[in-house]
């Protein structure tokens, strides 16, 4: 069965930074719109960033955008975000996840994703 699977995640402190890394296998990403969520205690879960299958168009909720970064690398079926400037709030279990795609992307907010990871944890915290 396809799977998600995230890493990079720790203990970090304010204005610090991490990156997290998520690889797939079983399945190839070239055709997958592919994006990030968290959820942090007492919270719904939320949009993060999503980056199109080509990686050239991309996504961020307002409140991470200008501090983190979306990429893949198909090649190596891997999908980071890198994460800057980080805050307390930023604190979660962060998700990458997958749909199937023609190509085309319009926005994180359009799709439903398919394929879960089990979640890499974050915290900000001096």
């Known amino acids: 069965q396809p799977q998600l699977v995230e890493s990079g995640g720790g203990l970090v402190q304010p204005g610090g930074s991490l990156r997290l890394s998520c690889v797939a296998s079983g399945f190839t990403l070239d055709y997958y719109v592919i994006g990030w969520f968290r959820q942090a205690p007492g919270k719904e879960r939320e949009g993060v960033s999503c980056i199109s299958s080509s990686g050239h168009s991309t996504d961020y909720s307002n409140s991470v955008k200008g501090r983190f970064t979306i990429s893949r690398d198909n090649a190596k079926n891997t999908v980071h975000l890198q994460m800057n400037s980080l805050k307390p709030d930023d604190t979660a279990v962060y998700y990458c996840?997958?749909?199937?795609?023609?190509?085309?992307?319009?926005?994180?907010?359009?799709?439903?994703?398919?394929?879960w990871g089990r979640g890499a944890l974050v915290t900000v915290s001096s």
């Open positions: 996840a997958a749909t199937l795609t023609d190509g085309s992307y319009y926005g994180c907010a359009h799709y439903r994703m398919d394929n």
